[in-house]
C-alpha cells in the first residue's frame, strides 16, 4: 500500500543515522495534518470552513487512515455541529505521530532503538531501515519545486503542509527558504487542482498555520 501523506512527513523529519526527530513540534502538526488530508483525497472526509465532515465511512484499507477515521468519526458524533480542523489537530497530533511511527516501522522503513539519556531517561528512536520511500518522496518534491513539473493532488498537499509547517528545511536541507517559497506558495495556491481539492488543500494549509502560529506563541511567550 502507498505511503501517507502523513507518513512522508515523518521520514522527512526522522534523521536518517540518529533516528531523532528534527522541528519535531511542527513536524508533528504537519504529520496529523497530512493523515487529514488524506482522508480529504481519498473522499472520506470533506473540509470546508476550517471544519471537517466525515463523508464516508468505508475503509481505505491502510490501518493508519483508518484508524484515525474512526476516531475522528467518533469525536465529530458527539458535537453539534462539524468539528474545526484546528481543535482536531491539537487534540490529536502527538498520538497521530506515535501511530504513524509504529506504521513506519510496521512497513519495514524504520526500525526502533532504545536508548538512555545520561544513563537515565529512557528515550526511542527510529532510524532510517529503508531508504527507498524517502528517497521517493524528496525526488518528488525536488522535481515539482525545482525543476517545475506539474504535481499531482498529493504532492501539492504535501508541498502545502510543508510550507504552512514552515519545513522548507527538512524537505530542501541546505537550501535557503526564500529559494523555495515562491514556488511552494503558488503550488499551495492550487489553481491546477478542481475546486474540492483546492478548497480542501487551502483549508487545511489555513490549519496549519493556525495551529503554529499559536503553539508559537505559546512557547515564546
Known amino acids: 500500500m502507498p505511503v501517507t501523506l502523513g507518513e512522508e512527513i515523518m521520514l522527512l523529519s526522522l534523521d536518517d543515522e540518529s533516528g531523532a526527530a528534527k522541528n519535531r513540534q511542527a513536524a508533528g502538526w504537519a504529520v496529523a495534518g497530512g493523515i487529514v488530508l488524506e482522508l480529504v483525497l481519498a473522499g472520506r472526509l470533506s473540509v470546508d470552513g476550517g471544519r471537517f465532515t466525515v463523508t464516508d465511512r468505508?475503509?481505505?484499507g491502510t490501518g493508519l487512515l483508518d484508524e484515525r477515521l474512526g476516531?475522528?468519526?467518533?469525536?465529530?458524533?458527539?458535537?453539534?455541529?462539524?468539528?474545526?480542523?484546528?481543535?482536531w489537530l491539537?487534540?490529536?497530533h502527538d498520538?497521530?505521530?506515535?501511530?504513524?511511527?509504529e506504521?513506519?516501522?510496521?512497513?519495514?522503513?524504520?526500525?526502533?532503538e532504545r536508548q538512555k539519556?545520561?544513563?537515565?531517561?529512557?528515550?526511542?528512536?527510529y532510524p532510517e531501515a529503508d531508504g527507498a520511500a524517502e528517497r521517493e518522496v524528496r525526488e518528488r518534491l525536488?522535481?515539482?519545486v525545482l525543476r517545475g513539473v506539474d504535481p499531482d493532488d498529493r504532492t501539492a498537499g504535501l508541498i502545502?503542509?510543508?510550507?504552512?509547517?514552515?519545513?522548507?528545511?527538512?524537505?530542501f536541507p541546505g537550501r535557503p527558504a526564500r529559494e523555495m517559497k515562491p514556488r511552494m506558495e503558488k503550488i499551495a495556491d492550487g489553481q491546477w487542482a478542481g475546486d474540492d481539492v483546492r478548497r480542501a488543500i487551502r483549508d487545511m494549509q489555513a490549519a496549519m498555520v493556525a495551529v503554529t502560529v499559536a503553539t508559537t506563541v505559546v512557547v515564546t511567550g
Open 58 to 60: 468505508t475503509p481505505t
Open 117 to 125: 539519556v545520561l544513563g537515565l531517561f529512557p528515550v526511542r528512536r
Open 90 to 92: 491539537t487534540r490529536d
Open 160 to 171: 502545502a503542509l510543508i510550507h504552512a509547517a514552515k519545513l522548507h528545511g527538512l524537505a
Open 71 to 87: 476516531l475522528m468519526d467518533a469525536w465529530a458524533a458527539r458535537k453539534s455541529k462539524p468539528p474545526k480542523v484546528t481543535d
Open 142 to 144: 525536488d522535481s515539482v
Open 103 to 112: 506504521s513506519l516501522r510496521a512497513r519495514g522503513l524504520v526500525h526502533e
Open 95 to 101: 498520538r497521530a505521530v506515535g501511530a504513524t511511527i
